[in-house]
């Protein structure tokens, strides 16, 4: 219930986000008060080097064995749930505007949560070895897989994307470098890290919320959204909800290609369904900075604010049904 409380705390803070960016979006927007095109990036590579520190590379170990199951995990991440959101928008994209479409693909190729994924897993009477192993790993893979998609994907769009050799920079620098800077010094803070968990939760969120509030000031101030309005925010939601459900029922009915435990199962559920929030704001500010066109900015986040809302409430509504499955199993194994 607690968990539940700060998550909807959390999406409160981003509606608030955005408010604050209608109201004072001179403050915000780059060249303004907050120096934000500055304030940003230190931001982004604090909460990469937070993702560094947190990281339990050493505990994967244990999981690492179950090839299996983590070939299921990261094909559904990174090549299955891009190409799912493809089909949508080749059956339906006469009814999406360019701006969310954009917005849509990149939320398909991003990494899956990490403490999300494993907390409901765990919740739901999953292995959490398992699911801590595939969040872990896909996000460590995704610093690399998710800018490649966004240069295979964007490049041919309008606005100038970053060449190749710019992009890898860019996330080299300000994602890649934070997060090894983290790995290395965990073990000199080891015991410290699970009193500063807390901490490193709360700066994280702030971080995001003011990349949020920046990226919304500049289209406010650039008037973007005078020609989408409601009707962006409402087909966002739409179909951000049409690949919640039909990504979550896929990655359930083919799970049993993944292992025959229902325990590794629901891992594999939650692992292959969600997408980071915490990742793809700052990623996307990396990546999409200085954007215009069809890539702006907070165009390209506002389908992954509205799945970050969702895919929690759809995680509260099964919750229970999953750990169900897990008890009949063990009830049958008694008898």
Same mark, same amino acid.
């Given at each position: 219930?607690?968990?539940?409380?700060?998550?909807?705390?959390?999406?409160?803070?981003?509606?608030?986000?955005?408010?604050?960016?209608?109201?004072?979006?001179?403050?915000?927007?780059?060249?303004?008060?907050?120096?934000?095109?500055?304030?940003?990036?230190?931001?982004?590579?604090?909460?990469?080097?937070?993702?560094?520190?947190?990281?339990?590379?050493?505990?994967?170990?244990?999981?690492?064995?179950?090839?299996?199951?983590?070939?299921?995990?990261?094909?559904?991440?990174?090549?299955?749930? /891009? #190409?799912?959101?493809?089909? =949508?928008?080749?059956?339906? @994209?006469?009814?999406? %505007?360019? $701006?969310?479409?954009?917005? !849509?693909?990149?939320?398909?190729?991003?990494?899956?949560?990490?403490?999300?994924?494993?907390?409901?897993?765990?919740?739901?009477?999953?292995?959490?070895?398992?699911?801590?192993?595939?969040?872990?790993?896909?996000?460590?893979?995704?610093?690399?897989?998710?800018?490649?998609?966004?240069?295979?994907?964007?490049?041919?769009?309008?606005?100038?994307?970053?060449?190749?050799?710019?992009?890898?920079?860019?996330?080299?620098?300000?994602?890649?470098?934070?997060?090894?800077?983290?790995?290395?010094?965990? /073990? #000199?803070?080891?015991?410290? =890290?699970?009193?500063?968990? @807390?901490?490193?939760? %709360?700066? $994280?969120?702030?971080?995001? !919320?003011?990349?949020?509030?920046?990226?919304?000031?500049?289209?406010?101030?650039?008037?973007?959204?005078?020609?989408?309005?409601?009707?962006?925010?409402?087909?966002?939601?739409?179909?951000?909800?049409?690949?919640?459900?039909?990504?979550?029922?896929?990655?359930?009915?083919?799970?049993?290609?993944?292992?025959?435990?229902?325990?590794?199962?629901?891992?594999?559920?939650?692992?292959?369904?969600?997408?980071?929030?915490?990742?793809?704001?700052?990623?996307?500010?990396?990546?999409?900075?200085?954007?215009?066109?069809?890539?702006?900015?907070?165009?390209?986040?506002?389908?992954?604010?509205?799945?970050? $809302?969702?895919?929690?409430? !759809?995680?509260?509504?099964?919750?229970?049904?999953?750990?169900?499955?897990?008890?009949?199993?063990?009830?049958?194994?008694?008898?």
């Amino acid at each position: 219930m607690l968990g539940r409380l700060k998550s909807q705390g959390f999406t409160i803070g981003l509606l608030v986000a955005v408010g604050l960016a209608f109201l004072i979006p001179e403050y915000g927007a780059t060249g303004g008060a907050l120096r934000s095109e500055v304030t940003t990036k230190i931001g982004i590579a604090l909460v990469f080097l937070i993702q560094g520190l947190s990281l339990q590379t050493r505990q994967l170990l244990a999981s690492a064995t179950h090839v299996r199951l983590h070939i299921f995990c990261q094909s559904w991440i990174f090549i299955l749930s /891009p #190409l799912l959101m493809m089909l =949508i928008i080749l059956l339906f @994209g006469r009814w999406i %505007q360019d $701006s969310i479409e954009a917005g !849509l693909l990149y939320l398909s190729v991003l990494p899956t949560t990490i403490s999300s994924s494993i907390v409901l897993t765990s919740n739901s009477e999953g292995d959490s070895s398992a699911a801590l192993f595939n969040a872990t790993f896909s996000n460590i893979i995704g610093v690399f897989l998710t800018p490649l998609w966004c240069l295979s994907l964007f490049s041919n769009t309008s606005g100038q994307f970053p060449p190749l050799d710019a992009l890898v920079m860019k996330i080299a620098l300000f994602v890649l470098l934070p997060l090894v800077v983290g790995q290395l010094i965990r /073990p #000199l803070v080891q015991d410290r =890290i699970s009193a500063w968990r @807390g901490v490193f939760k %709360q700066s $994280s969120n702030t971080v995001i !919320l003011f990349v949020v509030f920046a990226a919304f000031s500049n289209s406010f101030v650039d008037d973007t959204w005078s020609a989408f309005g409601w009707e962006a925010i409402a087909v966002a939601l739409a179909f951000s909800t049409l690949f919640l459900l039909l990504l979550s029922s896929l990655v359930w009915t083919t799970s049993e290609i993944s292992s025959s435990d229902p325990k590794q199962r629901i891992a594999a559920f939650y692992c292959g369904s969600q997408k980071t929030l915490a990742a793809g704001v700052p990623m996307a500010a990396v990546i999409f900075a200085g954007q215009t066109g069809n890539v702006q900015e907070s165009l390209i986040i506002l389908p992954i604010m509205l799945y970050h $809302s969702l895919q929690l409430f !759809l995680a509260g509504m099964i919750n229970s049904r999953l750990a169900a499955t897990t008890w009949q199993r063990d009830a049958d194994s008694l008898h």
